[in-house]
């Protein structure tokens, strides 16, 4: 049973468009975040959402904006799309600190721009 | 910031034999160590976390070792079996909470051969 849902699984964007992918988790983490994965990159930290404001934006650009209408949603909208932009979106959540938190993983959006 | 490096890339190993997966990192004052365990189309799964100056830990199937002194970490496979075939991450935190996000290695892709 998934503790945090992504959605789509797949997506598939023509260049210069605009997706928003989804992200819910049910663990009741005060924290969540958004991680992306390229291609021979490392997995790469975006941002950190607590209490639905943000904490840290490392690498994304302004197209990759954070939206949080709930506590446990943190979606991510990206416009102008670019086909660098193609990679696997991963959302995660923790408890924002405690030696015993650990951060958790969603399954993952792959987004391919053509 | 904090960059992590892990080795190797690719590892085949044989049932039954361990293999080791090590990463060095440079911020001396990274405070949470991680590894994680990725099959293919899933989410990452966490393995274990650390955070004592030179620790130990034994999982089930693995051995964690962490040296402060030498910024190092490392995951022992130990008798490994076909389940253990998959991707293996290694990530640091630079502070007690996970704000400013987790800094991956690139990765260890695993496969178990009988």
């Known amino acids: 049973d998934p503790k945090i849902i992504q959605k789509p699984k797949y997506l598939v964007a023509v260049t210069g468009s605009e997706k928003i992918l989804i992200c819910e988790q049910y663990l009741g983490h005060n924290a969540m975040y958004w991680y992306r994965q390229s291609a021979k990159k490392p997995l790469e930290f975006m941002f950190s959402y607590s209490y639905q404001k943000l904490m840290d934006n490392q690498t994304a650009s302004s197209r990759f904006q954070p939206q949080s209408s709930k506590k446990n949603h943190l979606d991510l909208q990206i416009t102008a799309l670019k086909p660098d932009d193609s990679a696997t979106y991963f959302c995660?959540?923790?408890?924002?600190?405690?030696?015993?938190?650990?951060?958790?993983f969603g399954k993952g959006t792959r987004l391919t721009v053509v | 910031g904090e960059q992590v490096e892990q080795r190797p890339p690719h590892l085949s190993v044989r049932e039954g034999d361990s293999a080791v997966i090590t990463c060095t990192y440079t911020d001396p004052n990274s405070y949470y160590f991680f590894w994680y365990k990725q099959e293919p189309g899933a989410s990452l799964q966490l393995l274990m976390k650390v955070f004592s100056s030179t620790e130990i830990n034994e999982g089930q199937g693995f051995t964690v070792l962490l040296n402060k002194k030498d910024k190092r970490l490392s995951l022992n496979l130990t008798a490994a079996h076909p389940g253990d075939s998959a991707a293996y991450f290694c990530?640091?935190?630079?502070?007690?909470?996970?704000?400013?996000?987790?800094?991956f290695g690139l990765g260890t892709r695993v496969s178990v051969f009988p």
């Open positions: 995660a959540s923790s408890q924002e600190r405690g030696e015993n938190t650990e951060v958790f």
């Open positions: 990530a640091v935190s630079a502070a007690n909470n996970y704000a400013q996000g987790l800094t």
